[in-house]
């Protein structure tokens, strides 16, 4: 991703009591989005946690998003 642009960050944790739980690490997701006139960027930070028991893991699933194909990039892409 550009270094230059701009960045929102999006924190997502996963619903439900997550207090028998340890975070145990982020999946980041990276996206160009585009304003009129502004570019930036659109970080999605998803917390993971693991039962203190170890029993399982918990990540929140990313939002809906659109997705471009390649057909309707620009041609910088």
């Known amino acids: 991703m550009p270094a230059h642009l ?3 960050e999006i924190e997502i944790h996963p619903e439900g009591d997550l207090s028998r739980m340890l975070c145990i690490g982020k999946e980041i997701t990276e996206e160009i989005e585009c304003e009129p006139a502004k570019f930036y960027i659109k970080r999605y930070i998803r917390y993971k946690y693991v039962a203190k028991d170890k029993s399982g893991v918990a ?10 194909i390649k057909e309707y990039r620009g041609q910088a892409y």
Do not use: C, G, H, Y
């Open 6 to 8: 701009p960045v929102e």
């Open 59 to 68: 990540i929140a699933n990313l939002p809906e998003r659109v997705k471009l």
